[in-house]
Structure formats: structure tokens, C-alpha cells
């Protein structure tokens, strides 16, 4: 694993829990203008992915179902734990069909397949499991087919353009002529967020291969663009438009601080935080309804309940690091005859 790009996932994991906080507490004007897009943090993992796993396995024969177990035993441990705790808190109401369909599907990481029920439970931020998991039941098929295809420059930069193509269509198609309920079927459904993890697995080919060199007036240049998107408004009606800006600015930090390794993002400690990074992710739907959620309605400080919600939430991130995540994972690889073979993200 390229330490630069896990300290990349700890800044990534951050961004998604401002950006859910921010429900729940006002931030700063300028702060705010950021913070309300950091949706685009899960745009960012889904292109992570799909380069980290290309490059994990780079040129090595894929045992297809103990890669799928491997990548189940990475997601689902702390995502069960954070939704037994969490689901009471968001479900007050008597109990309905709906909501049992919701835990049927949220057992079985089919959530994301139903945007209607995106308000219930857990699937405010659990739908992006279920993506992962479609990406994983496809990866050895599409990694091969990419590797295959992607043999020089010119080639290259037309699967890039496509693929950004790809990632923001849906949402440009959902602003130009809206559905009712649209935004959650675009932004959620699985098949629409393909793009995003197939670009990183193309960029992977790339660096490989050194088929395009990055340039950090490049990244200097799509993070302005970003930043200007931002506080322009772009994702009026539909979320993944703001891909047009954010899918060049993310591959252009990955490329850079795989091939560069930036000795800040190597320090030890910013790694650490990347290893948890997921805990910071999925746990904070425990912390935002059960801890700052009852802090801000007792009339606590908005900064000291901000705290108290990183806090609370990085703590429960390394403790199922090291208590549930890790051995979960080593549990599977040593009772799984060829897991051996597949190498943790």
C-alpha cells in the first residue's frame, strides 16, 4: 500500500463527517460553502478504490470468491456494529413494512438498490457499502479488461474523458429535466457511481505503465475549479453534477501523491488515521444522533459539541480497528484456504 494515498483516505473520511455534520450544526459562511459539498468525499474513495485495487493487484490471478470474502470481511464488521447502534436513533416511528424491507436490505448490502427508502435507517450513508460492494463483485472482470485496453497515451486520455463523461451525466440529465425523487436514485443507484470507481482502476493502468506523467499545475488548476464549483452552486437538483469539477481534481491528487509520495502524507500518525479512516466513516451516524445531537438540543457550545463528535468518533473508529475490524479480517484469511493471496486495501 502507497502510504501517501492512506493518509489521503483519513482528510477524505473527515470531509464526509463535516459534511454530515453540518445537518445538525451551522458552520462558518466560508467553511460552509466547502463543507456542504463533501458528499464528494465518497466520490473520492469510490476512485481510491478502484485504484488501490488495481495496483494491490497488478499482473496477479484473482481467486474470485476469496476476494469477495476478503472485501466483505473489510466492510461489514463495523458497518453491522454502527447499524444496530445507530438504527433505533433514526427509526422513532411505529414499526412498517418499509422499515423492514430497510433491514433486510441493509443486511444484506442491497440498500443502495433502493433509492426510495434513502431516509430510512442507516441508508443516509450506508447506500455507499452497497456501492462498494457491487464494484467488488465486478472488479476482477473489469480490472482485466482495462489492463488489456489501456496500452498507450493517446488511448489513455480517451478512457479518461469518458469515464468523467460517465461520472457527471446522470446528474447534468437528472438537472435538465428533473423526476420527482431523481437525486437520490442518480446520486445512490449503483450502476450511475460505475464511472467513478472504473477511472481510478484507468489511472492505475496509467501510473503503471507511466503513460502520462502528473503535473501539479494540473492539480493546482482542477482543485481552483473545484473550489470555484463550490461556491458557485453547481449541484443544484442533482448531487453527482459537481463530478464535472471534482472527478479531475481527485484523480489529479491521487496520481500526484502516488508518483511524488509527498513526505508530509508519509508521516506515521496521518497514516494511522488512514488506517481507521472507515471507523471515522460509519461511525459517525452513531455519534451525530446518539452524542451531538442531545449536546446541541442541552444548548452545549457548537464548537465544544463539534469536538466532542470528532472525538468520540475517531475513538470508536481505532478501537474497531484493532477489536473488531483486524480480527475479522484475520479470521478470514486464515480460515479461507487461497485468501492469503488477496492483499488488504
Known amino acids: 500500500m502507497i502510504h501517501s494515498l492512506t ?19 451551522e458552520l462558518p459562511p466560508g467553511l460552509s460553502n466547502l463543507v456542504d459539498n463533501g458528499f464528494t468525499g465518497m466520490t473520492f474513495f469510490f476512485i481510491l478504490s478502484g485504484f488501490v485495487l488495481a495496483i494491490s493487484h497488478w499482473d496477479r490471478p484473482i481467486a474470485y470468491g476469496s476476494f469477495v470474502l476478503a472485501r466483505v470481511a473489510r466492510l461489514y ?3 453491522a456494529l454502527a447499524f444496530i447502534l445507530s438504527y433505533s436513533a433514526y427509526n422513532t416511528g411505529a414499526p412498517s413494512d418499509a422499515q423492514a424491507l430497510n433491514v433486510v436490505a441493509n443486511v444484506t448490502l442491497m440498500q443502495a ?3 426510495s427508502m434513502y431516509e430510512l435507517g442507516l441508508n443516509r450513508g450506508s447506500w455507499s457499502i452497497s456501492v462498494e460492494l457491487f464494484f467488488y463483485l465486478l472488479f476482477p472482470f473489469v480490472c482485466l479488461a482495462i489492463q488489456h485496453r489501456l496500452r498507450d497515451a493517446k488511448i489513455a486520455v480517451l478512457w479518461l474523458v469518458g469515464l468523467w463523461l460517465a461520472s457527471f451525466l446522470p446528474g447534468l440529465v437528472q438537472r435538465v429535466a428533473p423526476q420527482p425523487g431523481g437525486m437520490w436514485l442518480y446520486y445512490a443507484f449503483p450502476p450511475f ?45 442533482n448531487l453527482t453534477i459537481l463530478n464535472a469539477t471534482a472527478v479531475p ?30 471507523g471515522i466513516y460509519i461511525y459517525g451516524f452513531v455519534t451525530i444522533p446518539m452524542l451531538m445531537w442531545p449536546m446541541l438540543h442541552r444548548g452545549f457550545d457548537h464548537m465544544a459539541v463539534l469536538m466532542a463528535g470528532v472525538l468520540s468518533t ?32
Open 7 to 25: 493518509s489521503l483516505r483519513f482528510f477524505c473520511a473527515l470531509y464526509v463527517f463535516l459534511f454530515h455534520v453540518r445537518f445538525v450544526q
Open 314 to 345: 475517531l475513538g470508536l473508529a481505532v478501537i474497531s480497528y484493532h477489536v473488531l475490524e483486524q480480527p475479522a479480517r484475520a479470521f478470514v484469511r486464515n480460515h479461507t484456504s487461497r485468501i492469503s493471496r488477496v492483499p488488504a486495501e
Open 193 to 237: 457511481r460505475l464511472a467513478e470507481f472504473l477511472v481510478g482502476i484507468a489511472l492505475a493502468v496509467i501510473w503503471k505503465r507511466k503513460l502520462i506523467e502528473p503535473r501539479l499545475s494540473l492539480l493546482c488548476l482542477s482543485g481552483f475549479a473545484f473550489v470555484a464549483s463550490c461556491f458557485a452552486g453547481l449541484t443544484t437538483n
Open 249 to 278: 481534481f481527485i484523480l489529479a491528487i491521487i496520481h500526484y501523491s502516488a508518483e511524488k509520495r509527498p513526505v508530509w502524507l508519509e508521516w506515521k500518525p496521518l497514516v494511522y488515521l488512514g488506517d481507521v479512516s472507515y
Open 113 to 115: 438498490w433502493f433509492p
Open 77 to 79: 464488521p463495523a458497518f
